[in-house]
C-alpha cells in the first residue's frame, strides 16, 4: 500500500480524536438534560400531592344534618290553616246575628260571658236561648267536614277545601275574679264548669246531631271545662276588663300526625338530606 507521509497520518489521528471527543460529549449532554428533566417533573408531582394533601385536611368535611326531632312539619301547618277556615266559616255565618271574637292564632272562638249568663248563675238569660241556637247551627254546618258524622247529609255541603280534620272542640267556662261561694257553687272553677256544661246542653238541645259527632279515632269529639278565673284574656283589674273575662270560649284542636307518621316523615326527610 501506498505509505502516506508521517505528516499526514498524524493530522487524520488528530481528526479522529477530535470527531470522537466532540460526538460523545453531545451524547453526554443531551443524557444530562433528560434526567434533570425527568426529575423536575417528579419533582413537582411530589409537591403537588402534598399541596393536594394539605387542602384536602384544612378543607372541613360537609356534615348532613340528621333529624332527630320533628320540626315544624308541613302537616301541621296544613292543619293550622284548616283550623283558621273552619273558624272563619262559623263567624260567617253568625256575622251580624251573634258578636264573637275568633283568634286563629290559638284557634278559639269567644263569647262574652255576660250575653249568656247572668253573674254568678249557670242559667242562661231566655233572650240568650235563641243566640245559642245560631252557634249550634253554625256548628252543625261546619263541623261535620272536620269530623266523623253519622248522618252522610250532614256532609253533603263540604267541599273539597275542607282537608284538615279536628281532634277535639272543648267548650270552656271563664269567670272574672270575683270570689263565689253559694250552696250551688263552691268555687268559680265550679262556676265555670257549669256554664260550659250548660252552654254545652243547649247546643245539643238544638242540634243533637253535634252530641254524636266524632273524630277519627271515633272519640266523642265535643267536650267542656271550667278553667274559673286562671286564663284571663285582660289583666287590667278595670270593670271591662273583668267582663271580657267572663266568657265562653270554643277551642278547636286539629288531629296531627301521630308518632309513626312523624317517623316516617324523620327517615324520608334524613334520606332526602344524604343524597
Known sequence: PEMRPASSRVAMAGAARHAARHGGDGHDYFASMTDLMLGLVFIFI????????????????????????????????????????????????????????????????????????????????????????????????VLPCYAAASDPAATMSCSDSHKGRLDSVYIEGHTDTTPIHTVRFQSNWDLSAARASATFAQL???????????????????????YGDLRPVDTSGTAAGMQRNRRIELRFIMATPDATDVAGLVERVNQSRSR
Do not use: C, W
Not at 104 to 129: H, I, K, M, R, W
Not at 205 to 224: Q, R, T, W, Y
Open 46 to 141: 411530589i409537591v403537588l400531592m402534598v399541596v393536594a394533601l394539605n387542602m384536602r385536611q384544612a378543607t372541613p368535611t360537609a356534615v348532613v344534618p340528621v333529624v332527630t326531632a320533628p320540626a315544624p312539619l308541613p302537616a301541621t301547618a296544613e292543619a293550622n290553616l284548616a283550623r283558621r277556615d273552619l273558624l272563619r266559616d262559623i263567624a260567617k255565618i253568625l256575622d251580624g246575628a251573634l258578636p264573637v271574637t275568633i283568634d286563629e292564632e290559638n284557634g278559639t272562638l269567644q263569647l262574652g260571658g255576660d250575653v249568656l249568663f247572668p253573674a254568678g248563675s249557670a242559667d242562661a238569660y231566655p233572650e240568650a236561648l235563641p243566640k245559642l241556637r245560631l252557634l249550634a247551627e253554625a256548628l252543625a254546618k
Open 204 to 226: 245539643v238541645a238544638a242540634f243533637p246531631a253535634l252530641a254524636v259527632l266524632k273524630n277519627d279515632h271515633s272519640e266523642a269529639l265535643i267536650g267542656v271545662s271550667g
